[in-house]
């Protein structure tokens, strides 16, 4: 008797975590990603969460393969519009959501709560693993990724452009006081290319932005 599989969505922020996330959930066979939804700003150019480019999130999921949803929201409303959206995806027939947080205790009753209120399953692929593994898992199996914005009290501009590779992970290990991950904000990512992409994203990188105490690098699409 075949496994029945279930139609899932990616929490999509054009980051490292959800970009392994969604590697993961793609190599298990009970499991289908139809959709990646990402938040983005009232005015629709930046997401919610990284402030990558509308446009370059469109992109990313083009070099994929998988349809992505964005809905324009305030911190304010965040949840209620998220919540219309996947209540959205629920109706085409999705059952579970796919989430890249790693150990914040308040993401994850978060994230528990409003699936439960919209009836999805909430799958974390990544939760309480080990941040340096993780990381080492990403670049071996060729995920590519750069810095595009730094807590300018853990990091300054100079990370802006960074690969994410090896030397990245022993020059942030050096510091000695920021989260391999950035799990707490110390800095975001955004991938352009890896194993769950058919092709690679072009971009052109823009100049950096000091905004309430957090760098910013402009990524225009090529």
């Given amino acids: 008797m075949s496994q029945k599989t279930i139609n899932t969505f990616v929490s999509w922020s ?9 590697y993961r959930t793609m190599q298990k066979k009970d499991l289908e990603i139809k959709y990646l939804l990402n938040m983005v700003s009232e005015d629709g150019m930046r997401s919610r969460s990284h402030g990558i480019s509308s446009d370059l999130l469109r992109a990313q999921a083009e070099a994929i393969g998988i349809p992505i949803f964005q809905r ?18 629920v ?6 959501g796919v989430f890249g947080d790693i150990d914040l205790q308040e993401h994850r009753d978060w ?3 409003v699936c439960k209120e919209v009836n999805i399953k909430p799958i974390l692929p990544l ?12 670049i071996h199996v060729g ?9 300018g009290d853990f ?17 942030l290990r050096a510091l000695g006081d920021v989260d391999l991950c950035g799990e707490k904000g110390e800095y975001h990512t955004f991938v352009y290319d890896g194993p769950i992409f058919k092709k690679s994203v072009e971009f052109i990188i823009g100049k950096k932005v000091l905004k309430d105490k957090h760098w910013f690098l402009e990524l225009l699409p090529n």
């Fill in 111 to 113: 994230v528990e709560r």
């Fill in 143 to 151: 995920f590519k990724a750069i810095v595009i914005a730094t807590n």
């Fill in 72 to 89: 324009k929201t305030t911190w304010k409303n965040y949840e209620e519009e998220f919540k219309k959206e996947v209540s959205v995806f």
């Fill in 127 to 138: 939760w309480k693993e080990e941040r340096e593994k993780l990381l080492k898992e990403f």
């Fill in 155 to 171: 990091l300054g501009k100079e990370w802006l452009g960074r690969e994410i590779n090896k030397e990245f992970i022993e020059d």
């Fill in 14 to 22: 054009g980051g490292k975590e959800t970009s392994l996330a969604c």
């Fill in 91 to 96: 109706k085409k027939g999705v059952q579970a």
